[in-house]
């Protein structure tokens, strides 16, 4: 069965640091999704990214980079420089493909704080 | 803005009533998703829709179920309300099962 854990319950990191959220996940599909998502203060579930396993090359988007590793089961995420509105829960998932797309599983979340 | 609609915003109920929450999907997209977020809970999933059918069940209770009408919107029913059922629920669609899901702004059910 398909698992996503989030080791890091709460991170809080001063401004203009950088901060890595750890994700790793468990399947036993070879064929499968990875996302992060954001969840800010105001409750909404803002999709970040969605990585397929077949592709392992890192990802920048800005401040944002992705770094995922089949050797390690581990998708993680790094913001540079963060910001005050980089606050929020941080959400990894993982959907496999082998059985006729199984919905997202959740990680339990990553608080980040961003102290200005 | 995710492009996603539910209705409504906020929910208060007793327990043993019924309600009923309403999600649009984005345009043109087939699969609706349903999931409930609690504390103790996290976020789980509870049934998906693919164009009016049933395609994948999670950990939906018997008090519960959906369904997607041909204009593609969907209805969660929660009935027979308990405490324990106080929660933020979501809904998402996507274009296909292994695209992206782009999720509503939730609604607050709180069951006094």
């Known amino acids: 069965a398909q698992k996503v854990t989030q080791a890091q319950t709460e991170i809080s990191v001063v401004e203009k640091e950088d901060v890595t959220l750890d994700c790793v996940y468990e399947?036993?599909?070879?064929?499968?999704?990875l996302f992060w998502y954001k969840q800010p203060p105001s409750g909404e579930l803002v999709f970040l990214i969605r990585?397929?396993?077949?592709?392992?090359q890192n990802e920048i988007s800005g401040r944002y980079s992705w770094n995922f590793q089949k050797s390690t089961s581990s998708f993680n995420f790094t913001i540079t420089a963060s910001q005050v509105v980089d606050s929020a829960v941080y959400f990894c998932?993982?959907?496999?493909?082998?059985?006729?797309?199984?919905?997202?599983?959740f990680g339990k979340g990553t608080r980040l704080s961003v102290i200005a | 803005d995710s492009g996603v609609t539910q209705t409504p915003k906020h929910l208060i109920t007793a327990t043993g009533q019924r309600v009923t929450l309403r999600c649009s999907p984005r345009s043109g997209d087939l699969s609706v998703y349903w999931y409930q977020q609690s504390l103790d809970q996290g976020l789980q999933f509870l049934i998906q829709y693919y164009n009016g059918e049933e395609r994948a069940k999670g950990n939906i209770l018997e008090r519960f179920s959906a369904q997607q009408f041909p204009d593609l919107h969907s209805e969660l029913n929660l009935s027979s309300l308990e405490l324990g059922d106080s929660a933020l629920y979501f809904c998402a669609s996507s274009v296909g099962s292994e695209r992206e899901q782009y999720f509503g702004p939730g609604t607050r059910l709180t069951v006094t």
């Open positions: 990585r397929n396993s077949f592709d392992e």
């Open positions: 998932a993982l959907s496999e493909l082998g059985a006729g797309n199984t919905p997202l599983v």
């Open positions: 399947t036993r599909d070879t064929t499968y999704y």
